[in-house]
């Protein structure tokens, strides 16, 4: 299977037009025309027929991410570093540590009423 075919299933399973396309590949700031794209969907005996790169094809696969799922959210340099800052607080200064939760412990059902060893 070409990439020309992986572009063509994928544009008919997503009923996208040469539009959605072309606005999915601009996400990932990869610019192309219409009559560019169109040579990719042409029959390959077809004198303007094109072979679809594997740039292209990676760009729309990232543009589609995109566009499915919305931009990534930028992140905090404190959060990747583990650091909570309170609202209110200096910039520097970290939040505590939240209190970790306490695990209650359930009986057993080996020591259950039904399963003890009567005395008598």
Not at 18 to 34: A, T
Not at 92 to 103: V, Y
């Amino acid at each position: 299977m070409t990439n020309n075919d992986i572009l063509k299933k994928l544009r008919v399973a997503l009923k996208l037009r040469d539009d959605d396309i072309v606005k999915i590949l601009e996400l990932v700031d990869f610019r192309i025309s219409k009559s560019e794209l169109g040579a990719f969907f042409r029959n390959e005996d077809h004198p303007k027929y094109m072979e679809c790169g594997d740039q292209i094809l990676r760009n729309f696969l990232n543009g589609l991410v995109i566009h499915l799922r919305g931009p990534m959210p930028k992140k905090d340099a404190n959060k990747e570093k583990g650091i909570n800052i309170k609202p209110g607080t200096e910039k520097g200064e970290a939040s505590e540590k939240a209190p970790q939760k306490k695990f209650i412990k359930k009986k057993s059902l080996l020591h259950s009423k039904t399963n003890k060893k009567s005395n008598g």
